[in-house]
């Protein structure tokens, strides 16, 4: 799975370190930043050099990349990408975005750095497209790492740059972010010696499309942002490599079809397996090798170390499909390290107001275990939704849990009658009840389900600091 960096790691010190830790900003310099680790490292990248990166890529190599040879896909190229950028110059209007950055107490980086990105966001598509093809261009082995087809996430980099960037005067919450992408980059391979190398194709692309802001000092920007952000990456990378393994492999040990496209199928890890309840983790299956995808625990952490997922076929969905339709109890799938933080707030009296969607059930049953046995009772009260009565996949488990626990009550809520429970959408059923401002708020289900929950719960009386629920920016790259 992992290449050997050292073949691949530029010998030319990158563009994107020889300035950079020096000028970090103060507010942004975690105490674990050392000389960046891009440098080079071993005197065989110093003695092989490769040539040194053009600035702009030949069109033939570039198109080549495009159509690419079979499993290497980079997706295509915009002619107008390939041509230099003082012919495109002349076809693009230059003008620079309208104000990027108005936030008046924004670092000069981050100034610089936003109105890169207000200016490329037009054309994200064709950056990510370049710079995807710059990578494998100049790196081609690291094109192994990625999946063999990459439309559904390929502009998820670019995406997490800028959120980071979003955040970059807010360390607390840029470095939480980055830390728990650096780990979970572990399960692809990753090395630290690969961050030059997107380092450098992510300015070639930026160079390329931001025409009309690309200066020395933005350059400049732009290399500090993006040596903080691997830095903290490849740190907690490090720091996770001593305590736990890159990847589980876990094993079928059962499966179960609960409706037509809906399984639940258990695994037993390789290793001990931590995790809270109301976390999820990555999942790649045998049959799609590197396509990973997102699942929640469906139960709390259990003595015998099995974990538990609630999985819905999607329409042509790769992973799902494979997981409901084809795998079976000896099948082994690998899964990343976990993640989330819809977990149980054990430090507050508070009841829990739930609302699940679908398989979004799974996380909060995971939760109410979690309650059930930390022995200090609180009020819990589910809201569980589907279209028809018979969605309602898990509704007896929910019963029999409602039946063992006095402190837990279970409303199913369907949108298309008729039903034994509530009919109507969720949000709505559960301003008919409370009161709820001695609740906090979990949220778990399809993005549209987590927004107009948000505005439900917020409504009814519970601050948004009391409100947890998945990444809606994942769930949203999940479902688009
Ligand atoms: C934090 C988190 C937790 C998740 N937990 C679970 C879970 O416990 N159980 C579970 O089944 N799924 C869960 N998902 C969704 C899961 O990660 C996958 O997105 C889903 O299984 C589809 O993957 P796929 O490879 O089958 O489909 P893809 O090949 O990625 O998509 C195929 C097509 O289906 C569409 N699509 C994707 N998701 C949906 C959807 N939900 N409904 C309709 N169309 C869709 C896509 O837009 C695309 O057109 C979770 C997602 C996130 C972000
Ligand atoms: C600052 C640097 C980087 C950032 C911000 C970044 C960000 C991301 C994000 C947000 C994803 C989406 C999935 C996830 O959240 O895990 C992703 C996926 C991925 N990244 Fe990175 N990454 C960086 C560097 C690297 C490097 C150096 C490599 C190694 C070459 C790499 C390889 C991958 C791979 C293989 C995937 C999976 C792609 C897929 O599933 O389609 N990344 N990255």
Not at 38 to 63: F, I, L, T, W
Not at 447 to 458: E, N, T, W
Request: proline share 11%.
């Amino acid at each position: 799975m992992a290449v050997d960096s050292a073949e691949q790691a530029p010998a030319q010190p990158p563009r994107t370190h020889a300035p950079a830790a020096a000028a970090l900003p103060e507010e942004l310099t975690p105490d674990t930043v050392r000389p960046h680790p891009v440098q080079p490292e071993s005197p065989r990248q110093e003695s092989q050099p490769k040539p040194a990166p053009s600035g702009a890529m030949p069109e033939e190599a570039v198109r080549e990349a495009g159509s690419g040879g079979a499993g290497s896909l980079p997706p295509e190229v915009p002619v107008s990408a390939a041509l230099p950028p003082e012919v495109r110059a002349e076809q693009e209007p230059a003008d620079p975005p309208p104000a990027a950055v108005a936030d008046p107490n924004a670092s000069p980086d981050a100034v610089l750095v936003r109105r890169t990105l207000a200016e490329i966001g037009p054309v994200s598509d064709q950056v990510t497209s370049y710079f995807y093809s710059l990578l494998f261009v100049r790196n081609p082995d690291l094109r192994a790492l990625f999946p063999v087809a990459m439309d559904a996430q390929r502009d998820r980099l670019l995406k997490a740059l800028l959120t980071a960037a979003e955040h970059m005067d807010s360390p607390a919450i840029l470095t939480d972010y980055l830390r728990h992408l650096g780990r979970g980059h572990r399960k692809y391979g990753t090395r630290a010696t690969h961050y030059p190398a997107v380092g450098e194709a992510l300015l070639g692309a930026l160079s390329r499309y931001a025409v009309g802001t690309w200066d020395d000092a933005t350059e400049g920007a732009w290399v500090r942002t993006y040596t903080t952000i691997s830095q903290i990456m490849i740190d907690a990378a490090a720091e996770n490599e001593q305590h736990a393994p890159a990847w589980w492999q876990a094993e079928v040990v059962s499966h179960e079809r609960r409706t037509a496209d809906i399984a639940v199928v258990t695994v037993r890890p390789d290793q001990p397996y931590p995790f809270r309840a109301g976390q999820y983790t990555s999942m790649e299956t045998p049959w799609w090798p590197r396509v990973w995808r997102h699942y929640s625990f469906a139960s709390a952490p259990r003595p015998d170390g099995l974990l538990s997922f609630h999985i819905k076929a999607v329409p042509a969905g790769w992973v799902s499909n494979a997981l409901v339709h084809r795998a079976g109890p000896g099948d082994v799938l690998r899964l990343g390290p976990p993640v989330g933080s819809m977990t149980v707030d054990h430090s507050t009296d508070n009841g829990l107001l739930c609302l699940g969607g679908g398989t979004g059930i799974a996380p909060i049953k995971a939760l109410i275990e979690d309650v059930a046995e930390h022995g200090h009772r609180r009020r819990v009260e589910v809201f569980y939704g589907a279209r028809h009565d018979q969605d309602l996949y898990d509704i007896e488990t929910m019963l029999r849990l409602q039946s063992e626990h006095p402190w837990l009550a279970v409303r199913p809520v369907v949108a298309e009658g008729p039903s034994q429970g509530l009919t109507g959408r969720l949000p709505e059923a559960v301003r008919d009840y409370g009161p709820w401002h001695e609740y906090d708020g979990y949220l778990s289900g399809p993005p549209g389900l987590i927004r107009s929950g948000l505005d439900a719960l917020r409504g009814v009386g519970i601050p948004s600091e009391r409100i947890r629920h998945d990444s809606l920016e994942e769930l949203l790259a999940a479902a688009n």
